[in-house]
């Protein structure tokens, strides 16, 4: 019987990290044997249960995690059955195993000595064309349902729920959002922030997320609470920024009936909403002295007090809270309370700008287009090189949210079957200059094309949804597209 993966001969050393009871354990071991889905390890000074975390030591690859099962085990050996890794995971395990094959005598699947001399194994059958751009594709494809199968005897009804959501949501490009959508690319500080959500999230602790504007802060607190035992819980996020301070209270705290004038009703607050689940409280460093007060209170016992009550209630939240400020130099200047900071920041995760991540702006830029469905409905067919060179280039001082509205103006303003730098605004000038609005009037007419080329890319350049997500009428909606040139692509 073929395996369900190539398998080759390897000595990795790899670290095995474990949970023995309430200590977290960590054993040096060997890979003898790997896989796209699991490895034979030597090494181990007893025999573990529990799932495992093992880590690699790959040549020339950075650092790679893989979350696994013991399925099989013999004195200090153990064959070890991933769970399915990350996508930015894959790519790096398949060329390794691929450098590895090279070298490898008979079909890796079944071990028939005769079957790699053509494209698949005389004896199992199977595909042996490793080098084919499209194998790992086809691969995944032809062993999707025996990959069910050998996870089915797990599954409850609920599982299934979730794996026919995932199969229209993210396969068949069904309208929905996943939490982790935004985070793609490979470069090693994404790959570390991987690894600290997935660390963190099986926890309880609060955590501290750190980043310039749009870099994700929002994304990755979501990402803790999805991967959390809170996930069936309420997510709540607030802005603290964009409240009012003299609401901000009451929408964090809720209110008593009679409290204030216009307190016509009871009020339940934020933190009494997301009971049970995850608080996330974006633009940290904008609250008032009085509120970091009052959620310190709420760090230490636990207890909600509204606006105009008597006495509290116990909740169970977790906070996640995020800010681009330097609450350090906050700190110092006295605007940020030190003993708030320190409760705040039992787990920090730094999120990386987009300008030090590598080539992940061009991996984010392909993936956003693919998303906005364009490509498929139109003559276009991606991004010129000379636009993948501007987009290397360019230093994205808004991140990856700046990046998102980059792509979608290309889309709508490319002429051709590909993107061209200034169809994104990407041009030498702008990298090198920064060009930017010099005036009021300008920076205006600039916001509002920005808006228009925004609302036309989200509802697919239907002009009756656009203007509806507007709120103009559709004459008003065509004349601002013919004041700032702005036309459907060719269909």
Known sequence: MSRLDVRVKTRLPASVYFLSGVDQREETVTVNELSLSGALIEGLSFE????????????????????AEVVRANNSRAAVRFYYPDRTIIPMLWDYLLEALSSQEGCPYC?????????????CGNYLDFKDAAYLDRHFVNTFTARIKGRQNRLESEHLQRII?????????????????????????????????????????SVLILGESG????????????????????????NCAAIPEGLLEAELFGYEKGAFTGAYATKLGKFEIADGGTLFLDEIGDLSPGL????????EDRTVEKVGAKSGRKVDVRIVAATNCDLNGMIEKGSFRHDLFFRLNAFTIKLPPLRERGEDPVLLAKYFLK???????????????????AIREYSWPGNVRELINKVRRGAVMAGGEFIEPCDMELDRQTITIGKEPTTFSDKVSEAKKDLVLEALATSNFVIARAARVLR?????LYALMKKYEIKLPSQ
């Open 292 to 299: 970091q007060a009052k959620l310190l209170r709420f760090l």
């Open 371 to 389: 998303k906005i469905g364009l490509a498929g409905k139109s003559s276009l067919k991606g991004f010129s090189e000379a636009a993948l060179r």
């Open 215 to 238: 870099t994700g802060k929002e994304l990755t607190a979501a990402a803790i609470h999805e991967r959390s035992e809170r996930k069936r819980k309420p997510f709540i996020a607030v």
């Open 111 to 123: 071990g028939h000595n005769n079957g790699a001399g053509g494209k698949s194994c005389g004896k």
């Open 48 to 67: 573990i249960k529990e799932p495992i975390t093992i880590s690699p030591k790959f040549p020339n690859l950075g650092k790679i995690e893989l979350f």
């Open 165 to 205: 959501s995932f199969i229209d949501t993210e396969l068949l490009n069904i309208q929905g959002q996943s939490p982790d959508r935004e985070f793609v690319g490979t470069s090693p500080a994404l790959l570390d922030v991987f690894s600290m959500i997935r660390k963190v999230a099986r926890t309880d602790m």
């Open 472 to 476: 103009i009428s559709r004459p008003s």
